[in-house]
């Protein structure tokens, strides 16, 4: 059954002080994402990115569960079939994961400032990548991962086979996929999926705080060292050198590099206004 609630209270955002919290809200379905949800989240990263006055974003949710993965029972729009033509043809399916869970994970990778993700309960699925796909993962000592591919006899989408080796090896995830149990955030952290694990009640004030910190820093400088970092496991060696060396030609023309110089040879703190 389709949810009634306007789109803008099933994924509320809200932007304050730099820091752009966008917070899924559907507890009563453990807030498996929908269609319409996914696309205002993209739409909401690619903001974040274009509007210089937003420089974290805080990913986080409502309820006991951040995101348990794609809403199978919402509606979705099929385009025309002539007459004839089978419920479905060869590509469809290739085309829903590409233009479905595969741009929402590349929207938070490609997001020109950080993405903090606050994992307040369960992340299984889309969700559990989701949350991977940001570049710093808080998550709350009741929280939990899991790779539920295995368990409906499908394999990983959203980029998983993509993100895990990267983070934690192709044996570990390889654990994790085929087996399918759910991966407790104190373990998540141990191996290197989470940043730190929090009291649950300590989340929301510990993303605060990070973000704030991201949010006063050069945006800029976050933005090109993203993208380096991101890149760094697809380059060979002179590809990676020669990026470093561009980046840093950019990030020396911006007024934020001209303060931290400055700053640095006055001897005092610098105030970074994210351009």
Known sequence: MADERPLDDQVQHRAE????RITLN???VANAITPDQRDRIIALLGRASAELAT??????????????????????????????????AVGDI???????????????????????????????????HLAFACDLVLAADSARFIEVFARRGIVPDGGGAYLLPRLIGPQRTKELMFFGDALAATDAERIGLVNRVVPATDLEA????????LAAGPTRAHALTKALVNRSLESDRAGAFADEALAQEL?????????????????RNPTYRGW
């Open 17 to 20: 002080d730099g820091v752009a």
């Open 26 to 28: 559907r507890p009563e």
């Open 55 to 88: 420089r974290a974003v805080v990913l986080t949710a409502t309820g006991t569960a951040f995101c348990t993965g794609a809403d199978l029972r919402a509606p979705r729009t099929t385009a025309p079939r002539p007459e004839g033509a089978p419920e479905r």
């Open 94 to 128: 290739a085309r829903t994961i590409r233009d479905g869970a595969q741009r929402l994970v590349a929207a938070v990778l490609d997001c020109e400032v950080p993405v903090i993700a606050a994992v307040n309960g369960t992340a299984a699925g889309i969700g559990a």
């Open 206 to 213: 510990t993303a605060k705080e990070w973000a704030d910190r």
């Open 251 to 267: 990030a020396l023309h911006t007024a934020d590099a001209q303060e931290g110089i400055a700053a640095f040879v006055e001897r």
